[in-house]
């Protein structure tokens, strides 16, 4: 098993920045990919980022230049820095992890940005 624990949301001004973590714990060992997702109230949940283990990173077109997930592999946290936050990036925000074809998921933390 893999738990998942996040911290770092909260409410914030347009324009303004934040930075989420995720603590990932248990059954570590093949984790291949680490990454965030968002869900919007009435929106399918979306990919926001991923980092894999080979090193590579992918982010949702509409947060490209704004966001930046990186790890800590020594502390097994996956973060994600957001800057020049917009109203429509308000959702929970949760972190994911693939274990081998086993995805484990955060409780979600809120993020809202206000205009």
């Known amino acids: 098993q893999v738990q998942l624990v996040e911290s770092g949301g909260g409410l914030v001004q347009a324009g303004g920045s934040l930075r989420l973590s995720c603590a990932v714990s248990g059954s570590i060992v093949g984790i291949n990919a680490m990454g965030w997702y968002r869900q919007a109230p009435g929106k399918q949940r979306e990919l926001v980022a991923v980092s894999t283990s080979g090193g590579s990173t992918n982010y949702a077109d509409s947060v490209k230049g704004r966001f930046t997930i990186s790890r800590d592999n020594a502390k097994n946290t996956v973060y994600l820095e957001m800057n020049s936050l917009k109203p429509e990036d308000t959702a929970v925000y949760y972190c994911?992890?693939?274990?081998?074809?086993?995805?484990?998921w955060g409780q979600g933390t809120q993020v809202t940005v206000s205009s």
């Open positions: 994911n992890v693939r274990r081998y074809a086993t995805d484990y």
